[in-house]
């Protein structure tokens, strides 16, 4: 049942803690009736009544105010009276009321104040005046109920703890218990054990000490009486007995009265009396037909017998009441004071409690009120060693998530920044495609048919495709950067010392703001033409001067540059100082990867350069260059590089470019010689393949064609090729998958390795570190005879020529 009760409907549950919650007020019935046990004289304790604040908690309201009131129903039969039922009713009441609105801490308190003002008063009330009880009783049998009634709900807040996990006696708001609720019920733990046990034990005495008491008093009586009867001294014997309050019979042998005095009090015969305790030849009887234990014992009587040896047996009784009347007027004030001590126990306990524990719930309240979004948050200044340092944890804590908040916030502009700025760039992409596209559809609408007119269309046609290639290679560049690579691809004659005038400018301005000291030497030799990419020479150099002005707060800032020809290239070298914080020397490596700063931070606690040297090392490296810093913590740090272009031409004098078209010393390409090679070309877009082709055959390869990667694995059956030149995708088998299937193909038939290339859109470095067993290299699409066939030279050289 309880593994099925979190898949019942509303209603099962509901039947479920009805069930239970009477199963538990049965069970305390029948404790309070079979197993409630005497402390000492009829002052009874109630065990069941623990299972009745147990059964509280388990009904729903407001049925549940009845709990402890089912389980004293049994006192009616015990006591023979209903008025001990009041008090717990409005018990129930009052528990019903805490539980309902939450109030679990103040339930042991409230118990406490309960009992010792209203509770206790109550039942005296209802035992003086409806049941007639002596006040000394009722005192006593009232401050006993009232104690009786905090044991046992410390018992069933106990039963109550234990099983909570059980999902048919948790409440129905399934919250766990509060730290204060544990430290209350930890305290009133501490002190209702032991005052109970020491009260079990001093009440047993108690009651050992009184039976022992009127034992020997009787037999003192006993023998005194004994003495007078042997001198047949009646008269003494009656001034003894009138003395010590005794009526006594004598009689003789055969069961007859010789002699009585008062002998009404032995009415209570064996038949109708029962055996409340005996000792020696003493015994206390009590009516069979009281109901009431505190009145049984009140009006029990104390007999015992000495036989004679004449044969004679005297008797003498002596009413119990002034012994037990004595006792509860001494246990009155120890109840009493023990009532006063569980009170105090536990207003003292949830002081206590709120006293340790309200450092933690206003840091609770402060951290959910952060959670809402509060800045203004008050956290506690008072506390224990370990809450001041959790609020400190806290408040680090909430620092530093509205540092990430901050941080956020700002990568979410700048996001939105790049977002605007990339859609304003498809735009103009997408109007710089359509310009030269409608260009060549005008151009071919307008042709006629006349070969003439189609001949004069091509200029036309070229310099829009020639347009559409520049589009994409910007594309592919910025796809490539956006990955930490990089490629030279703009390719024109540009004017070095006017580039880096043009690039230091704004540098200088900015350092001096920021009152560094900025030196740019240029050396002569930069007055020089070269061919390259001019945007990219100016992102090496700006880069590197960026992040020396951004880590420089005092000092300098020096630039270096001059030029050089080496082996038909202009070598062009510079370098960039300052005088900054450094760089540790564990980053000097992982500072030109891509995003470094995941795997370590600068001397400053920043971000190291992120995308910005990894682009500027690969476009250095791209050129033929290399580039190197020198760097320690607190010291500056100088990077140098080298920049290699395809041509030089010296400027008129005076160190600046004249303006006008400048002559150009083109580089001489290198040309494969493809004669005696057999080369299959595997591409399924028909243009790709035709240009492929077209540059093949114009140095002199033997070309097959395949439409597909199934193709060539057909064609690679048949022959062995030379070069293959395979396309990355493919329908059925890709340019990887044709290549992998050669590679073993070569294997299994014992063939010459074959030379294999592979043409794709994406740069050549994403396939490094994964198949350098299966290509041999990369051709970046869209594939020009400049770029194969610098590919091609390495493996099929042949002499310098212009192409």
């Not at 035709?690 to 990667?709: N, P, T």
Request: glycine share 8%; net charge neutral.
């Amino acid at each position: 049942m309880l593994l099925g009760y979190s898949r019942l409907s509303k209603r099962g549950r509901l039947a479920a803690r009805w069930i239970a919650g009477l199963a538990v007020a049965a069970v305390g019935a029948a404790l309070t009736h079979w197993f409630s046990f005497d402390l000492a004289f009829g002052l009874i304790f109630l065990t069941g009544n623990a299972f009745g604040v147990l059964a509280v908690f388990i009904l729903p309201w407001p049925v549940n105010i009845f709990g402890t009131v089912l389980t004293m129903l049994p006192t009616i039969a015990l006591w023979g009276h209903p008025w001990s039922l009041p008090p717990y009713l409005l018990e129930g009441l009052m528990l019903g009321i805490l539980l309902r609105r939450g109030h679990f801490d103040k339930i042991l308190v409230a118990e406490s104040l309960y009992w010792l003002f209203l509770g206790v008063p109550l039942t005296f009330l209802l035992y003086a005046s409806f049941f007639g009880m002596p006040a000394d009783g009722a005192v006593a049998a009232a401050i006993k109920q009232g104690a009786n009634a905090l044991v046992n709900a410390f018992l069933g807040v106990a039963l109550y703890f234990a099983g909570r996990r059980i999902p048919l006696f948790a409440s129905p708001s399934q919250r766990r218990q509060s730290g204060r609720e544990n430290l209350v019920f930890l305290l009133d733990g501490l002190l209702i054990v032991p005052l109970g046990v020491i009260l079990l034990f001093y009440m047993s005495n108690i009651h050992q000490i009184t039976v022992k008491n009127i034992t020997a008093r009787t037999s003192y009586a006993m023998s005194m009486a004994s003495e007078s009867l042997a001198e047949n001294s009646f008269t003494i014997l009656q001034t003894v007995l009138k003395e010590q309050g005794y009526s006594a019979l004598v009689l003789d042998p055969s069961g007859a009265t010789i002699w009585s005095y008062r002998p009404g009090y032995f009415e209570q015969s064996d038949a109708t009396s029962r055996l409340l305790g005996i000792r020696g030849t003493t015994i206390i009887l009590g009516s069979a037909h009281q109901s009431n234990p505190m009145r049984v014992w009140m009006n029990a009587v104390v007999r015992t017998r000495k036989d004679l040896p004449d044969g004679k047996a005297i008797f003498l009784e002596q009413p119990f009441g002034p012994y037990v009347e004595d006792f509860y007027r001494s246990i009155t004030a120890i109840f009493a004071f023990f009532l006063l001590m569980l009170t105090m126990a536990g207003i003292a306990a949830y002081a206590a409690a709120a006293v340790f524990l309200r450092p933690l719930e206003l840091l609770r309240r402060t951290a959910e009120s952060v959670q809402t979004g509060e800045r203004a948050a008050k956290w506690p200044e008072k506390g224990i060693q370990e809450i001041r340092e959790l609020r400190d944890s806290l408040v680090a804590m909430t620092g530093a998530v509205m540092t990430k908040e901050m941080e956020l916030g700002e990568a979410k502009a700048a996001a939105e920044s790049m977002l605007r700025r990339s859609e304003r760039y498809t735009a103009f992409i997408a109007h710089e495609v359509k310009a030269p596209l409608s260009a060549i559809l005008s151009a071919i609408e307008a042709g006629g048919e006349s070969p003439e007119s189609r001949a004069g269309l091509l200029p036309m046609i070229g310099t829009s495709l020639q347009r559409l290639v520049e589009l994409v290679d910007g594309l592919l560049d910025q796809a490539t950067a956006a990955s930490g690579a990089a490629e030279l691809r703009h390719r024109k004659p540009f004017a070095l010392a006017k580039e880096a005038e043009d690039t230091l400018a704004p540098f200088a301005i900015q350092a001096r703001r920021k009152g560094l000291s900025f030196t740019s030497t240029l050396d002569p030799s930069l007055a020089r033409t070269v061919v390259g990419d001019p945007l990219q020479f100016r992102q090496v150099l700006a880069n590197l001067v960026s992040n020396a002005l951004k880590y420089t707060d005092s000092g300098f800032v020096r630039v270096a540059l001059d030029a050089r020809e080496a082996e038909g290239t202009c070598l062009v070298r510079g370098s960039v100082a300052d005088s900054g914080r450094g760089i540790e020397s564990t980053l000097l490596d992982d500072m030109w990867k891509p995003f470094a700063a995941g795997k370590g931070r600068l001397a400053d606690g920043q971000s190291s350069h992120g995308l910005g040297l990894s682009v500027v090392r690969r476009i250095v490296e791209g050129s033929g260059g290399s580039i190197g810093v020198e760097s320690a913590e607190a010291r500056g740090s100088t990077f140098s590089f080298e920049l290699r272009f395809d041509g030089t031409a010296e400027a008129p004098a005076g160190g600046v470019p004249a303006a006008g078209p400048r002559p150009v010393i083109a580089r001489a390409a290198i040309v494969p010689d493809l004669r005696p090679v057999s080369v299959l070309v595997a591409d399924d877009d028909l243009l790709s393949r035709m240009a492929s082709v077209h540059f093949l055959q114009k140095w002199g390869g033997r070309i097959d064609e395949a439409e597909d990667g199934a193709e060539a694995l057909r064609l690679a059956e048949r022959k062995a090729y030379d070069l293959v030149l395979l396309d990355e995708h493919m329908p059925g088998a890709n340019g990887l998958e044709v290549a992998r299937r050669l590679r073993r193909m070569e294997g299994e038939k014992g063939r010459a390795r074959s030379h294999i290339l592979l043409s794709s859109a994406e740069s050549a470095e994403r396939f490094q570190p994964s198949v350098p067993d299966l290509i041999d290299a990369v051709a970046v699409k869209p594939l020009r005879a400049e770029t194969l066939g610098r590919l091609l030279a390495a493996r099929f050289p042949a002499s310098a020529d212009t192409l």
